[in-house]
């Protein structure tokens, strides 16, 4: 079985990864865990779309 | 001056509290936790770990073999290998079934090498964890 991704696709899941293992050990209840799980996503996101539009405005 | 004075971390207990959580966390990735009946952390982080290598190895990522040389080379091949070695049981399961894949340029191969490192540096994070729990400076 053979997997090809997308950039946006790659990143985005080590995004989710990243921010459920930080979570996780990070945080020490549940709902911490889950604060800071939602928050780092959002900011993952954030940061690559706006690194996103960045480089395709400085290539046109 | 006041008599108590405050103790940031407990005592560490004997190796033989901690040690087999270490192992086991380090050969079933989340199993620290399963044996510390932490369950659902310990399935957030397997299926973290599990569904990260998957990614790579599906990608065609390239495990990395401890290489010499300059001292980037050094560092990148020695790290990598020692990021694939920390997934325990997946990182030996590539060994056992014969599992290869060249060092070769392009972007996909690129993303499942970066996937399968990253599943090792989480097992070390889920690692610490479970030890942090075993010897107490953590619930």
Same mark, same amino acid.
């Given at each position: 079985?053979?997997?090809?991704?997308?950039? *946006?696709?790659?990143? #985005?899941?080590? !995004?989710?990864? %990243?921010?459920?293992?930080?979570?996780?050990?990070?945080?020490?209840?549940?709902? +911490?865990?889950?604060?800071?799980? /939602?928050?780092? *996503?959002?900011?993952?996101?954030?940061?690559?779309?706006?690194?996103?539009?960045?480089?395709?405005?400085?290539?046109? | 001056?006041?008599?108590?004075? +405050?103790?940031?971390?407990?005592?560490?207990?004997?190796?033989?509290?901690? /040690?087999?959580? /270490?192992?086991?966390?380090?050969?079933?990735?989340?199993?620290?936790?399963?044996?510390?009946?932490?369950? &659902?952390?310990?399935?957030?982080?397997?299926?973290?770990?599990? %569904?990260?290598?998957?990614?790579? /190895?599906?990608?065609?990522?390239? #495990?990395?073999?401890?290489?010499?040389?300059?001292?980037?080379?050094?560092? #990148?091949?020695?790290?990598?290998?020692? !990021?694939?070695?920390?997934?325990?049981?997946?990182?030996?399961?590539?060994?056992? *079934?014969?599992? +290869?894949?060249?060092?070769?340029?392009?972007?996909?191969?690129? &993303?499942?090498?970066?996937?399968?490192?990253?599943?090792?540096?989480?097992?070390?994070? !889920?690692?610490?964890?479970?030890?942090?729990?075993?010897?107490?400076?953590?619930?």
């Amino acid at each position: 079985m053979k997997m090809a991704l997308s950039h *946006f696709e790659t990143t #985005i899941l080590l !995004a989710l990864f %990243i921010s459920a293992v930080l979570g996780v050990v990070t945080k020490k209840t549940d709902k +911490e865990r889950l604060r800071y799980g /939602l928050t780092s *996503f959002g900011y993952f996101l954030l940061t690559i779309f706006g690194l996103s539009w960045l480089m395709f405005l400085g290539h046109r | 001056m006041s008599d108590q004075t +405050e103790i940031l971390y407990p005592p560490l207990p004997p190796l033989s509290k901690w /040690l087999p959580v /270490l192992l086991l966390a380090w050969i079933i990735p989340g199993g620290g936790h399963f044996y510390l009946k932490r369950t &659902y952390r310990g399935l957030i982080l397997a299926g973290c770990v599990v %569904i990260s290598f998957a990614l790579g /190895l599906m990608m065609r990522g390239y #495990i990395f073999q401890p290489a010499g040389g300059d001292l980037l080379t050094t560092v #990148i091949y020695y790290g990598g290998f020692l !990021a694939d070695l920390s997934t325990g049981v997946l990182f030996l399961m590539t060994k056992w *079934f014969g599992y +290869e894949s060249a060092d070769v340029a392009g972007h996909v191969v690129d &993303y499942g090498t970066k996937f399968l490192v990253a599943a090792g540096l989480f097992n070390i994070l !889920a690692m610490v964890d479970a030890w942090e729990i075993a010897v107490g400076r953590k619930d």
